[in-house]
């Protein structure tokens, strides 16, 4: 099975050049700014999009990307609408890979069967769900490998090499390396750090691993990135389009722009970094 | 449903914290290491004599226990059936049943070297038992609490002050009970390397509803012994007021291979079940939330829904998962009762028995107050009295206040 994933890894390693991944919430700050924003995202750079799933109770995220759900959960968003988001994204642009992001509760409900199936068709190619570790496996991981979806696992710095292979058993897509013991938007890890976890990771997988939690800057993007397959920046752009709203939360003319402008410029710090020796 | 009783009610969880499909460890990857060495450290506590020891010395001279079984001769006499026993848990230091559990935890804590607690509280009495027990053994402590709480449970944020805690107000989501658990976590997500989660009830990640359980079922154990002993058998009924059901598991476990021992749990019902509640079991459904599987209040796309009750210790939207369980296989009966029935409640024990109970148990109470009447006089009916009312007397003071005018 080769997903949009592999591909997109395959072609960007081929022209030695690390992965530019963004992450937005979807429906925020509603449904239709949001497919307009995510829609811009690939012209401006993105490689791969992540697409968070609305949720009352996200307990990995900051206060940014707390806020950008309830937002998005007060214009109406649902599971069903995020994958009629991705359906909508999908009528255009067959190639770019989109990752769900969430928490298990709202997929739970939805039915498992009946969510991978219809995230397939809606043209979903990955999922990485914070709170099913791989010693929960059952519930959601194995059924969407069966479904032909990429079950993208999160490695942490508290990850030990005892435990990586357990991590790495059943992931698939790509890594996701959290860079911090922390929340979304909470500060940077450096980058030694990074480039000694990252090379950690590789020892036991021939995955590509992407770098996440605290990346803000094209700066930082750029140090990340050398160093790794992938940069990923969420919090950054939520902060971005969140400036862009009206003092009721609303989306404004300068919307779609304050995020697709933050894209470009972070995709041009990865961009200029050299991909990491393999 | 048809579910196929099990030989013993009491051998759960399986090893992978599983009690049927509930329980679990649903947690983000960075916890899963730290959750397996809790894991590990518990079960060696266990089975550490000296750990036993340690710990009894401490519920014995410091805690106050035994907790007495008190027979309430006039509220028998005034409801006229069963006859009720009231297990004074609300006598322990620190006011409530919580103690026994923070006990166990912190000892724990000290087990693996961890030198920085974290709580999440409610109505403040987990809160002030996690604080009493950090200044006891010089750790540093820091509660979370709903800035809805922080209001209504002024009392509790002063004593936690007092004691060295550093109480933050939580301002997310619905800035309750549930919200702060949401910012525990997320603490603990950032200070692993040396925090210690201190869970106050029974959910959560394998394995806290199980080492919860676990410590408080001295008050089970007890209750049996006591009744042994005043009345030369076993106990009829056993009563319990559940938010996340820590006070509830530690009475009932101990007897849930009895038979012949009936048992409820009183939910919360708030405004009632058809408008803003608190009763997972009896308006809600099996989702995940905070590390494990449960009854849980939610809409139809799986959002938590906002709980209510009068009562900030029980204003969560989900319980305990072996909860979840005891009420597929119907071993326990699950009750709820209102704000208002919980405040007459309240106000009939204050006046007849010189006991002001928590808002919390005086849910139980008002269960009571239904079921005593129906039993015969020789029934005998141990409720547990979780939690003193110290901490509600403004709260309710006001509502009289208001209500009167």
Not at chain 1, 115 to 131: C, H, R
Not at chain 1, 257 to 277: D, I, P, R, S, Y
Not at chain 2, 33 to 39: G, K
Not at chain 2, 127 to 135: F, H, Q, S
């Amino acid at each position: 099975m080769t997903t949009r994933i592999d591909t997109r890894f395959a072609e960007l390693a081929k022209q030695g050049r690390s992965a530019f991944v963004t992450f937005l919430m979807a429906g925020d700050p509603d449904p239709a700014t949001s497919l307009e924003i995510i829609k811009a995202l690939p012209k401006s750079g993105a490689d791969v999009i992540e697409i968070g799933m609305p949720f009352t109770d996200p307990m990995a995220d900051g206060p940014s990307i707390q806020a950008a759900g309830l937002r998005a959960l007060k214009a109406g968003m649902t599971l069903k609408k995020t994958l009629e988001l991705v359906r909508g994204f999908r009528k255009d642009d067959n190639a770019t890979p989109i990752v769900l992001m969430g928490y298990y509760n709202p997929i739970y409900i939805y039915g498992v069967d009946k969510f991978l199936a219809d995230a397939k068709s809606a043209g979903v190619d990955g999922l990485i769900i914070v709170d099913l570790p791989p010693e929960e496996d059952d519930e959601l991981c194995l059924p969407a490998m069966k479904a032909g979806l990429n079950f993208i696992r999160l490695a942490t710095p508290t990850t030990d090499d005892k435990r990586l292979p357990a991590v790495l058993a059943n992931t698939s897509g790509f890594v996701y390396y959290v860079s911090i013991t922390g929340i979304t938007g909470a500060a940077a890890a450096d980058s030694t750090a990074v480039s000694e976890a990252v090379a950690r990771i590789k020892r036991h997988t021939k995955l590509p691993v992407c770098v996440g939690f605290g990346i803000r800057t094209p700066e930082t993007a750029r140090a990340i990135a050398s160093h790794a397959n992938g940069a990923v920046v969420g919090t950054a752009l939520v902060d971005a389009l969140k400036n862009s709203l009206d003092a009721e939360g609303r989306a404004t003319a300068k919307t779609v722009n304050a995020v697709a402008e933050l894209t470009a410029a972070l995709a041009q710090g990865v961009k200029g970094a050299q991909q990491a020796a393999e | 449903m048809n579910i196929a009783k099990p030989n013993s009610y009491r051998s759960g969880p399986d090893e992978r914290g599983h009690f049927g499909i509930f329980g679990g460890r649903f947690v983000a990857e960075t916890l899963m290491p730290l959750i397996l060495d809790l894991e590990k450290a518990y079960t060696a506590a266990k089975a550490d004599p000296a750990f036993q020891a340690e710990m009894n010395g401490y519920l014995k001279n410091y805690v106050g226990r035994p907790s007495p079984l008190y027979f309430a001769e006039r509220l028998t006499e005034h409801l006229g059936g069963a006859k009720i026993y009231l297990k004074r848990e609300e006598l322990n230091h620190t006011g409530s049943h919580k103690v026994n559990n923070v006990l166990g935890q912190i000892m724990l804590a000290r087990r693996i070297s961890k030198k920085r607690i974290i709580a999440e509280t409610g109505a403040g009495q987990h809160g002030v038992a996690t604080a009493t027990l950090c200044a006891r053994f010089g750790l540093e402590c820091v509660v979370y609490m709903g800035a809805v709480d922080v209001e209504r449970q002024q009392p509790n944020v002063i004593r936690m002050e007092m004691l060295g805690a550093k109480v933050v107000p939580v301002q997310s989501g619905t800035r309750t009970l549930k919200d702060a658990m949401n910012e525990a976590l997320r603490d603990w997500v950032t200070n692993v390397h040396n925090t210690f989660y201190c869970i106050g009830t029974v959910a959560g990640p394998h394995p806290y509803p199980t080492l919860v359980r676990d410590f408080q079922s001295v008050i089970g154990n007890e209750t049996r012994a006591q009744m042994q002993e005043i009345e030369g058998r076993l106990p009829d009924s056993l009563v319990a007021c559940i938010g996340g059901g820590s006070n509830a598991m530690g009475l009932f476990h101990p007897f849930l291979d009895d038979p012949s021992v009936e048992i409820f749990g009183v939910e919360a019902a708030g405004h009632g079940l058809t408008q803003l509640h608190a009763a997972s079991i009896a308006g809600g459904r099996p989702g995940v939330l905070h590390g494990n599987r449960t009854y849980l209040l939610m809409d139809a796309d799986g959002q938590i829904q906002d709980a209510h009750s009068i009562s900030a210790g029980l204003d969560y939207p989900g319980i305990g998962p072996e909860h979840s369980w005891l009420h597929e296989v119907g071993r326990v009966n699950y009750l709820s009762a209102t704000d208002d029935e919980a405040l007459a409640a309240f106000q009939l024990l204050s006046k007849l028995e010189g006991i002001i109970p928590a808002l919390e148990p005086a849910h139980a109470i008002a269960k009571v107050m239904e079921l005593a009447p129906k039993r015969p006089r020789d029934h005998l009916m141990v409720v547990n009295l979780s939690g003193r009312g110290d901490k509600d007397v403004p709260q309710v003071g006001d509502i009289l206040r208001g209500k009167s005018k």
